[in-house]
């Protein structure tokens, strides 16, 4: 099977002095919870939408199952940004019809029981709603597609500490072994029990590519300490 | 997909529009009930003058508004949901570029469309009482001759020619819509202060559009026309004739205007858009 991501000499320039990603070279298999941690402007995010399709690469080539991103890779990738991205006059059950409208791979009933068990009120419109809980809404309906690659840019940044062990759930129990999540977020001692890969990104540039385990049975440090070591101030 | 997409389109810009275009309406007909359908030139004074001049000016006000905010809500639905946060949602589904762009033009044009009619109409509501409709009857010869529906255009009825003029203007509409969507993208490509450049955008190309049009119309004998026959002492001027040229002229050059316009809008749409 292909690899669910692939990216070479990936390079984004915003003008001619900076480079927010330079040089990059990945390849990432299915089956695995990914996480993406770097420190602020590092290039997280930009790799994230060059992903998606919403920036262009000044360089370099970009992957998604053996295919240049576009129509058929935006089938497979489901994709939740930093921002809220939702109409905000529409109701939560009208953007679930949106959803269900354009993806193919979504599931409204699972989005109904979500939406259920976190007791958010479908006729509510998203612009009355707080802005964690519209995350969580926006999250539910990231994870209930059946997706190949399920890219997740800061997911808990914004949600209280108890609902961030229903959405960790939520994300191990949606995904299956013929999909990846890559997680971007600075929460690394959230979610790292979830992670079985870490990517560091460092200016532009992939200082690290390694499983979780070696991390901890190598070195003996969790994550998140390696992390404070690599990017220290 | 396309159909998916103008389904949306046209859910999000009839949040206002209908009833921007419903308030048009009654504010023609209280016109007409109130103002022109009053008018009585028989008992006409410097006063009354006055006020009717003071409603038509209230009238073309509110048509221009109208028109103003059809385009604006259509250009404001593009950008925002193609270059704003929305955009994240909008250019992340499995759909092309080319369809998103269709989708918003067809919207756009049906409410540009719907804009020209109900414009059409207030003006017939309010101009058309029986008093002007009578005058008109029974004048209906002379005026049609005094305009130059002689010779090759005595056939012309006054139906026809507003046929002809209102789908002359429904496809100046249309082009307006293409030409706002082009600026909003141009804008795009400035690296900050986006909506300003979308405007600066729209002023340049309007600019760069007018000029070219001048310059179109006097190599093909339009404008010349104009400035001989006003300058001339016989009065052998055919309105009819000369709008028809303007016309043939303008179509031509709004329908290739448009088309590069919209190419361009793909272009930039598919090749320079970083959602920031």
Known sequence: MNPILECYGLTKSYNKIYSALNNLNLSL????????????GSGKTTFIKLINDVLVPTSGEIRINGMAPGVETKKIVSYLPERTYLDETMRVKEIITYFSDFYDNFSSERAYRMLDDLQIDTNARLKT?????????????????????????????????????????TILNNYNEDA???ISTHLIHDIENILDRVLFIKQGQLVLNAAVDEIRTEQGKSVDTLFREVFRC | MLKKLIRYDMKSLNHFLPFLHIFA?????????????????????????????????????????????TYL????????????????????????????LLSKTIAGSIWAVINM??????????????????????????????????????GLSFSSALTVLFLFSCLGSISSIVM?????????LFSSHRVLGAVVSYFAISTVLSVLSLVVMALFGNETRLIITAGSEGDNFNFIAYMIDVMKTSTILMAGTSVILYIMTHYIMNKKINLI
């Open chain 1, 29 to 40: 298999e299915r089956g695995q919870i990914i996480g993406l941690l770097g420190p602020n």
């Open chain 1, 129 to 169: 709603l707080s802005k964690g809980t519209k995350e969580k809404v926006q999250l539910i309906l990231v994870m209930s597609r059946d997706a190949g690659l399920y890219v997740l840019d800061e997911p808990i940044g914004g949600v209280d500490p108890a609902s961030r062990d229903y959405i960790l759930s």
């Open chain 1, 180 to 182: 990846a999540i890559l």
């Open chain 2, 25 to 69: 309406l009654l504010a023609s007909i209280l016109m007409r009930l109130f103002v022109t359908g009053r008018i009585n030139p028989q008992s006409s004074s410097k006063q009354v003058d006055f006020i009717f001049i003071l409603f038509f000016i209230l009238f073309f006000t509110t048509i221009t508004a109208l028109s103003t905010g």
């Open chain 2, 73 to 100: 809500l259509a250009g404001i639905r593009f950008y925002k949901n193609m270059f704003t946060d929305e955009g994240y949602l909008t250019r992340t589904l499995p759909v092309t570029n080319a369809t998103h």
């Open chain 2, 117 to 154: 009619s109900v414009i059409y109409l207030c003006t017939y509501l309010v101009l058309c009482t029986p008093y002007i409709q009578s005058a008109v009857t029974s004048h209906k010869a002379e005026i049609l001759r005094e305009f130059g529906a002689t010779g090759e255009y005595a």
């Open chain 2, 180 to 188: 706002i969507y082009a600026s909003v993208a141009l804008g795009q």
